[in-house]
């Protein structure tokens, strides 16, 4: 089964700092993957997602990821981020065509100081 | 008119207690899902729902059942609750034929129950 790795739980970062947040993930097929955010006592809302076509995709609040199939990453970057980018971070894979076995990494806590 | 919503948003309750928790989406998807976030945020994947048909149930003790009376609910059923069972735990809901939405899954806001 497919799986996902976030190497870091806790990324703290001063406001307007660029920020990247790593995921690698391991699967013998295709996959989607995806960026999930998580305020404070909310629920995950999608961030953005690979599906298939350009390597890297953006969300509107300027968040990116590119897709690196040779190495097996989807890391999350931001050129400057706010104090209201302050939340968990989650990194997910599925397997293409079977999105109903979504897994999801144990998160990253990204923390932006004034 | 909010996308994907559970009741009760908080869940306190004695070991050995039965509870439900509900799960209601007016986005006229086709497949729901259930999740369970653990203290250390880690989320798992417990059910899905597709057309009324489970399709993934991973190893999650019977005492946990999903009842849908409908497309647009998903109940969760929690028998002889136990500690280990406190956590949060969310619904998802996605559509399986909307280009736009292509694999995206929405969460409600999540219920945290408590086991004492």
């Known amino acids: 089964a497919q799986s996902v790795t976030q190497l870091d739980s806790q990324v703290p970062v001063f406001e307007e700092a660029p920020v990247e947040l790593r995921c690698n993930y391991s699967s013998s097929v295709s996959v989607y993957l995806f960026w999930y955010v998580q305020y404070p006592n909310q629920g995950l809302q999608l961030l953005l997602k690979y599906l298939s076509g350009s390597t890297l995709v953006e969300s509107i609040n300027g968040f990116e990821a590119e897709f690196n199939k040779s190495q097996t990453s989807f890391h999350l970057r931001k050129p400057s981020v706010h104090i209201s980018d302050t939340a968990e971070y989650f990194c997910a894979v599925s397997v293409k065509y079977n999105n109903n076995d979504m897994r999801f990494g144990a998160g990253t806590r990204l923390t932006v100081k004034p | ?116």
């Not at chain 2, 207690?17 to 509900?22: A, C, L, M, P, T």
């Not at chain 2, 489970?54 to 500690?83: G, M, Q, Y």
């Not at chain 2, 909307?98 to 408590?114: I, K, M, S, V, W």
């Open chain 2, 1 to 116: 008119d909010t996308a994907v919503s559970q009741t009760p948003k908080y869940l306190v309750t004695q070991m050995g207690n039965d509870k439900s928790i509900k799960c209601e989406q007016n986005l006229g998807h086709d497949t729901m899902y259930w999740y369970k976030q653990d203290s250390k945020k880690f989320l798992k994947i417990m059910f899905s729902y597709n057309n009324k048909e489970l399709i993934i149930n991973e190893t999650v003790p019977n005492r946990f059942s999903p009842k849908s009376p409908d497309k647009a609910h998903l109940n969760l059923h929690i028998n002889s609750l136990e500690l280990g069972d406190s956590a949060v735990y969310f619904c998802a809901s996605e559509s399986v034929r909307g280009l736009a939405d292509l694999e995206t899954q929405y969460f409600g806001p999540g219920t945290r129950l408590l086991v004492l």
